[in-house]
C-alpha cells in the first residue's frame, strides 16, 4: 500500500515543525513503512529548500489558482535513504509570503487565516496536478492533515481537471477542531471563488454551517473524504457534541458536530491515539537526569541563546535570568513542570481566579511553598506569556523560559518531579507522553488524550470539574493529594513513577489502527 500524506508541517525535516501535526508526520510512516507500506510525505517549502540539501529537483507542475496556470516546483529532500519514506516539499514564493521559514502568519483580527488559507488553496491544488500527473507514482491513499490540506478533498470532488482522484481512497485526520481556516466564499481576495474562480461547487457541501457564506475547509474535507480520525478516543467522542453542551468549558464539535455526528453513523469515524518514541536500547529505561546544578547552568545558557535570536531583549527572558541567577546551588525539594505552547487552550485555567480571589498559579505556587519550583518551557499568545511572566517577576517559585530549544525540554521532563498540563481540551497531546516516559508523573484535566494516556492514581494524576472554578479547585486539591503522596509514601510515590515510565503508546499500536480503520486494509 502507497500512502501520500499531505500536512503544512513535517518534523522529518529541519524548520518545518511548530506542533504535534509535525510530531505525527514524522513518526507515522515510519511506522507504517515497518508495517510493510510506502509513504510519500508532501508540504510547502516556505522558502527552506537551502536547508535541505541534499534536495532533488523533481520536475515543475503548473496548478490551477486564481484563474491562471501557476508554476510550482517539486523537490524531493534527502531526509530519508529509505524509499519506503520520500519527502517532497512543494516550492513557490507565496508559500514564504510571511517570510521565509514562516509556517503560519499572523493575520490581523479583521482578516484571520487570509494568507494561510490562500498560500494553503495554492498548496492543495499543486498537490492535486502533482497527484495526477503521477508525480508520486502509483498512490493508494491519499492522507489529509487538518485544514491546511483540507481543501484537496474540496478540489477532488469538484475540480474538473482532478477527477482521477476520486478512485484513491482519501481519507482526512482532524488534529485540532478549534482550527478550521474559514474564509469568505467570494468577494475577497483570500476567498474560494478568487482562488479557484471556475470551479463549480455545492456550496452546501463547503459552506460554514454557521456562516453559510463562507467556505470552511475543515468542514468540507469531513464532509467529502472517505473517513474520518482524529488523534485520540476520548477527543473522537468530544467532538460529537455541540459547545454549549459541555458545561466545563471544554470545546466539543465546534459547529461542526452535525457534520461530524454524520460520519459517526456511517461508521466513518475513528479515534487513533497518537504514539510517542521510545528508547532502542534492551532496557527502554529513561536517561537519568542531570544534577541541578548543571541543569541550571543549562536554562541559564539556553535563555540567554533564546534572548539573542532577538534584535531587542523581551521581558521575559530578563526576567528568567534574573531568577535563574538566585536559585540555590541545592535542588527544590519539588519541581514542577510545564512544557509546550502558551496558550489559553494549554495554560488558561492558570489565569483564572480562585474562590479567595488569588489566581489558580499564585495558588499553584502557594502550594508548592517556599522549597518548591515552579519551572515552564514554551512561548505562544502574548497576554497570556505577559500573565505568567509578570507573576514570575514578582514570585521566584515560578521560572518562565519563553521559546523552544532541543536540549531543554528532555532535561525537563527527566528532572521534574511532576509534569503539570491543565488544558482546557486536548485533541492527544505528545508533552505528557514524554514526561511519562521519563519517568515523570503527570497531573492533568481529563479531557481528549490527556485522559486516554493518564491513569489516576495509577500511573498519574487527574482532575475534572463542570465548570472553570471547579476544575480550579480540583486541579489544586489533586496537586496537594500528589505532593502529600510522595512527601509519606515513598514506596507508592516510586511505583507510581514506574508506572509512567513502563507506561507505552507506541506508533506500530497506531499505524495498525490506520491501516484498519482508516486505509481500509484487509
Known amino acids: 500500500m502507497h500512502i501520500l500524506m499531505v500536512a503544512a508541517e513535517n518534523g522529518a525535516l529541519p524548520g518545518f515543525k511548530v506542533g504535534g501535526v509535525a510530531d505525527v508526520v514524522r513518526e507515522l510512516p515510519l511506522a507504517l513503512a515497518a508495517a510493510g507500506c510506502r509513504v510519500s510525505v508532501v508540504c510547502p517549502s516556505y522558502g527552506l529548500?537551502?536547508?535541505?540539501?541534499?534536495?532533488?529537483?523533481?520536475?515543475?507542475?503548473?496548478?490551477?489558482?486564481?484563474?491562471?496556470?501557476?508554476?510550482?516546483?517539486i523537490w524531493r529532500s534527502g531526509a530519508n535513504g529509505d524509499e519506503a519514506v520520500r519527502h517532497f516539499v512543494l516550492d513557490h514564493a507565496l508559500f514564504s509570503s510571511c517570510g521565509v521559514g514562516a509556517i503560519y502568519c499572523d493575520d490581523t483580527h479583521d482578516g484571520p487565516f487570509a494568507s494561510d488559507a490562500s498560500k494553503f488553496a495554492l498548496f492543495c491544488s499543486a498537490v492535486a496536478e502533482a497527484q495526477v500527473r503521477g508525480v508520486f507514482g502509483t498512490?493508494?491513499?491519499?492522507?489529509?492533515?487538518?485544514?491546511?490540506?483540507?481543501?484537496?478533498?474540496?478540489?477532488r470532488r469538484y475540480h474538473s481537471g482532478y477527477t482521477a482522484l476520486r478512485r484513491v481512497r482519501t481519507v482526512y485526520t482532524i488534529h485540532n477542531l478549534a482550527l478550521q481556516g474559514v474564509r469568505p466564499l467570494r468577494g475577497d481576495p483570500s476567498s474560494l471563488e478568487?482562488?479557484?474562480?471556475?470551479?463549480?461547487?455545492?456550496?452546501?457541501?463547503?459552506?460554514?454551517?454557521?456562516?453559510?457564506?463562507?467556505?470552511?475547509?475543515?468542514?468540507?474535507?469531513i464532509r467529502l473524504a472517505d473517513a474520518v480520525g482524529?488523534?485520540?478516543?476520548?477527543?473522537?467522542?468530544?467532538?460529537?457534541?455541540?459547545?454549549?453542551?459541555?458545561?466545563?468549558?471544554?470545546?466539543?464539535?465546534?459547529?461542526?458536530?452535525?457534520?461530524?455526528?454524520?460520519?459517526?453513523?456511517?461508521?466513518?469515524?475513528?479515534?487513533?491515539?497518537?504514539?510517542?518514541?521510545?528508547?532502542?536500547d534492551?532496557?527502554?529505561?529513561?536517561?537519568?537526569?542531570?544534577?541541578?546544578?548543571?541543569?541550571?547552568?543549562?536554562?541559564?545558557?539556553?535563555?540567554?541563546?533564546?534572548?539573542?535570536?532577538?534584535?531587542?531583549?523581551?521581558?521575559?527572558?530578563?526576567?528568567?535570568?534574573?531568577?535563574?541567577?538566585?536559585?540555590?546551588?541545592?535542588?527544590?525539594?519539588?519541581?514542577?513542570?510545564?512544557?509546550?505552547?502558551?496558550?489559553?487552550?494549554?495554560?488558561?485555567l492558570l489565569r483564572a481566579v480562585t474562590g479567595d480571589g488569588r489566581s489558580v498559579l499564585d495558588a499553584v505556587l502557594d502550594t508548592l511553598g517556599e522549597d518548591g519550583q515552579y519551572l515552564m518551557l514554551g512561548s505562544g499568545e502574548a497576554d497570556l506569556e505577559q500573565f505568567l511572566i509578570s507573576v514570575s517577576a514578582r514570585r521566584g517559585g515560578l521560572i518562565v523560559l519563553r521559546g523552544?530549544?532541543?536540549?531543554?525540554p528532555d532535561a525537563l521532563y527527566a528532572a521534574g518531579d511532576l509534569f503539570l498540563m491543565p488544558s482546557t481540551y486536548e485533541p492527544c497531546g505528545i508533552?505528557?507522553?514524554?514526561?511519562?516516559?521519563?519517568?515523570?508523573?503527570?497531573?492533568?484535566?481529563?479531557?481528549?488524550?490527556?485522559?486516554?494516556?493518564?491513569?489516576?492514581?495509577?500511573?498519574?494524576f487527574a482532575f475534572g470539574g463542570e465548570s472553570t472554578a471547579e476544575q480550579?479547585?480540583?486541579?489544586?486539591?489533586?496537586?496537594?493529594?500528589?505532593?502529600?503522596?510522595?512527601?509519606?509514601?515513598?514506596?507508592?510515590?516510586?511505583?507510581?513513577?514506574?508506572?509512567?515510565?513502563?507506561?507505552?503508546?507506541?506508533?506500530?499500536?497506531?499505524?495498525?489502527?490506520y491501516l484498519q480503520r482508516l486505509y481500509g486494509a484487509a
Open 49 to 73: 529548500l537551502a536547508q535541505l540539501a541534499p534536495a532533488r529537483a523533481q520536475g515543475v507542475v503548473e496548478a490551477d489558482f486564481r484563474g491562471a496556470r501557476t508554476p510550482v516546483a
Open 139 to 155: 498512490v493508494d491513499v491519499i492522507h489529509l492533515h487538518d485544514w491546511h490540506a483540507a481543501l484537496l478533498a474540496l478540489l
Open 194 to 221: 478568487h482562488w479557484f474562480p471556475r470551479l463549480l461547487f455545492d456550496q452546501a457541501a463547503v459552506s460554514d454551517p454557521r456562516w453559510p457564506d463562507c467556505v470552511n475547509p475543515m468542514a468540507a474535507a
Open 230 to 280: 482524529t488523534v485520540s478516543p476520548s477527543y473522537a467522542r468530544e467532538i460529537l457534541e455541540p459547545n454549549a453542551v459541555l458545561a466545563r468549558g471544554l470545546h466539543g464539535g465546534e459547529g461542526l458536530e452535525q457534520d461530524l455526528r454524520a460520519v459517526h453513523a456511517r461508521g466513518a469515524l475513528a479515534g487513533i491515539l497518537n504514539g510517542c518514541e521510545y528508547p532502542r
Open 282 to 348: 534492551a532496557d527502554g529505561a529513561p536517561a537519568p537526569p542531570i544534577g541541578w546544578p548543571q541543569l541550571v547552568a543549562l536554562m541559564r545558557r539556553e535563555n540567554l541563546r533564546m534572548a539573542g535570536a532577538r534584535s531587542e531583549l523581551h521581558s521575559a527572558h530578563f526576567v528568567a535570568q534574573a531568577r535563574l541567577a538566585t536559585l540555590a546551588r541545592k535542588r527544590p525539594r519539588t519541581l514542577l513542570v510545564t512544557v509546550g505552547r502558551i496558550t489559553q487552550q494549554k495554560l488558561g
Open 404 to 408: 523552544y530549544t532541543e536540549s531543554l
Open 431 to 460: 508533552s505528557q507522553m514524554l514526561a511519562m516516559r521519563a519517568g515523570q508523573p503527570c497531573l492533568v484535566h481529563a479531557v481528549g488524550g490527556l485522559k486516554d494516556t493518564v491513569r489516576d492514581d495509577i500511573d498519574g
Open 472 to 513: 480550579a479547585q480540583t486541579l489544586l486539591a489533586r496537586l496537594r493529594a500528589a505532593l502529600d503522596l510522595r512527601a509519606r509514601h515513598p514506596r507508592r510515590w516510586a511505583a507510581l513513577r514506574e508506572a509512567a515510565a513502563s507506561a507505552r503508546f507506541r506508533w506500530s499500536d497506531s499505524a495498525r489502527e
